[in-house]
């Protein structure tokens, strides 16, 4: 993944939408939330089935058991993405990659730090949860944007290599700038 802004009129764009963190901090999930902040970035993994990464005697880092894509669904507008896509899309994965989230410790969520973008993402967390678990606040959430930013097209890939350093140093990496919960954010 990379994202590299080359140009002014994309700053002024997102000026004028009012998405843009105010204090230039990305507060994911934070009472005091105002807006994205967006970085540049570069991020690349070595994807390889797991099959012939151990016949290769290749050094695993992680394995990714499943995923899922779909559409955000029709929204009002790019920062209010749809919950119900977003709780279908994690139903899907968790169906694909064979696992009950009622297991899960911890999720690296999409995270931009906006009062309107954060509490739907959770709240469809929620909802996908709900399908499984009758269990409350026992699945951690981060988001690698409170460090870096926003990195656009390299969001994912940074997130990628967030949680695999995480498994890796056997440490959840905390989510910066987050001081308050977000008030309209349902806790898991």
Do not use: W
């Amino acid at each position: 993944g990379v994202n590299a802004v080359l140009l002014a009129p994309y700053y002024v764009f997102l000026s004028r939408m009012g998405t843009l963190s105010t204090t230039g901090r990305c507060r994911a999930f934070d009472a005091q939330a105002d807006g994205f902040v967006p970085a540049e970035g570069v991020g690349a993994v070595l994807l390889k089935p797991l099959s012939r990464a151990l016949r290769d005697g290749d050094h695993i880092a992680a394995v990714i058991r499943g995923g899922a894509v779909n559409h955000g669904g029709r929204a009002p507008s790019l920062p209010a993405p749809n919950p119900r896509a977003q709780a279908q899309l994690l139903t899907t994965a968790f169906r694909n990659a064979e696992i009950n989230p009622d297991t899960l410790d911890y999720i690296e969520t999409h995270g931009t730090g906006t009062s309107l973008g954060d509490p739907i993402e959770v709240s469809a967390l929620a909802e996908a949860f709900r399908q499984h678990s009758r269990r409350h606040q026992f699945c951690a959430l981060g988001s690698l944007k409170s460090a870096i930013g926003h990195t656009e097209p390299a969001a994912g890939v940074g997130g990628v290599i967030k949680v695999v350093l995480a498994l890796k140093n056997q440490l959840i990496p905390p989510t910066l700038h987050f001081d308050e919960p977000n008030p309209h954010i349902p806790l898991l």
